[in-house]
């Protein structure tokens, strides 16, 4: 491969794609496992009625602690490097899963979930960053989309292990696996990964280095301007996240314990396109594959809202089902690619420069999920007005940052 040799000492390209994307994948864990619990936790606290629409705040508040501790992570990784900051992040996060299965009520469980979202933080900083350290350009992006292709393997069948767990035990079980995971994985990366921060690029910590680090995030056009749209495309997945169990499962389709199965078939279509972006990528452009699916977005989630309409909020699921999943497959093409465009021009401040980006991306993303998914009305049309608002919002942020959309010429 081109990129083999960008490879940190004493680890193999498919073991860096695979501990990385584990690095990665244990977040979507403490996501798409809760989701067929919703119900069973729904009961145990009482959230009915107008109330209903609370239980997305298991996903929300994980998010919301994911965001803001993003802030830090990485001007602690520029300073002490990228290994003893994953080892901090597992020790929150370790200590936040053992909370939530033993939490009393409903607040203390949302408690323990910001904080299990302070530590999966570490996690998601310095996996960029490590990625960053090592790829640049198109060969970042690709790296990006062969960790993606692993990554997206947990939503095929994280539901599916929730909803096993269910069967056997109750929803506390969920946490004490997450438990096992984490100080697994943390144990493989410390024993494997080498430190992948350069000497040149050891950053005190400090106001004034954080300050500048933002600084430069923010006087940078094609950084701002791609970060924002990465943030509005990052609603997409919390929409639809916040808001799956209750179509699916419960309100609108009633699949019950088939959701699982829906879950993971639309998470495998979005498994395809990090694939195809992972092939495709280095051959067409990062402007032309992430515009391409861009204008794609826009046009699908167009007939998605018209179809909602025309059959009062509830489509067949067999027309529903395609276009949702059509969203998202351009929701995956989009993401690496707009990820590696807005970090291009901050190779020297990677670590800060990811988490200022994660931190805006992240919360931005939850914040619009959390406003959709709260207006969840038994239909899917919520749903689907937001994709739409959201997708001519990012076309008209990357005309303006471009000048035009790269679909054909420079890329």
């Known amino acids: 491969m081109p990129f083999q040799k960008n490879l940190p000492t004493g680890i193999g390209r498919r073991e860096f794609v695979f501990l990385i994307a584990s690095m990665m994948a244990i977040s979507a864990m403490a996501v798409d496992t809760m989701l067929p619990a919703f119900g069973a936790m729904s009961a145990d606290f009482g959230l009915a009625g107008e109330n209903a629409n609370h239980i997305q705040w298991v996903i929300y508040a994980f998010m919301m602690g994911f965001s803001f501790a993003q802030l830090f992570y990485g001007a602690m990784a520029d300073y002490w ?16 899963t053992l909370g939530a299965a033993l939490a009393p009520n409903f607040t203390v469980l949302l408690i323990m979930r910001i904080l299990q979202g302070v530590g999966m933080a570490a996690m998601r900083v310095l996996s960029a960053t490590i990625v960053r350290d090592t790829f640049s350009g198109a060969d970042m992006s690709r790296v990006m989309s062969m960790i993606m292709m692993v990554f997206i393997l947990v939503p095929v069948f994280a539901p599916t292990l929730g909803q096993v767990l269910l069967w056997w035990f109750s929803w506390h079980s969920i946490f004490w696996v ?11 990366f ?3 990964m080498p430190e992948t921060l350069k000497p040149e690029f050891r950053r005190p910590i400090s106001a004034h280095s954080l300050l500048d680090s933002l600084r430069q995030c923010v006087r940078s056009r094609t950084t701002l301007g791609y970060s924002t749209a990465t943030g509005l495309m990052y609603g997409v997945l919390m929409t639809y996240l916040g808001s799956s169990e209750q179509i699916f499962q419960r309100d609108v389709y009633g699949l019950n314990e088939r959701f699982a199965l829906m879950f993971g078939a639309i998470a495998l279509f979005m498994g395809v396109a990090a694939f195809v972006n992972s092939h495709w990528v280095s051959r067409l452009g990062i402007r032309r594959m992430a515009h391409t699916a861009l204008v794609s977005f826009v ?13 009062s909020g509830k489509p067949p699921l067999w027309l529903f089902a395609p276009l949702l999943a059509g969203c998202l497959f351009c929701f995956s093409l989009m993401m690496p690619n707009f990820n590696a465009i807005s970090m291009e021009p901050l190779r020297a401040i990677a670590g800060s420069a990811s988490s200022w980006l994660g931190f805006y991306t992240s919360f931005m993303g939850a914040v619009i999920g959390s406003l959709i998914g709260q207006m969840f009305d038994g239909t899917v049309l919520p749903l689907a007005l937001g994709y739409f608002v959201m997708g001519l919002l990012v076309l008209w942020i990357v005309v303006r940052t471009e000048g035009r959309l790269w679909l054909l010429g420079r890329v």
């Open 299 to 311: 046009v699908i989630s167009g007939f998605l809202v018209l179809l909602s309409l025309l059959f």
């Open 190 to 192: 410390m024993r494997r």
């Open 178 to 188: 997450l438990l096992l995971f984490g100080l697994a994985l943390s144990a493989w």
């Open 81 to 96: 490097g990228r290994k003893p900051i994953v080892l901090l992040g597992v020790v929150i996060f370790s200590l936040a």
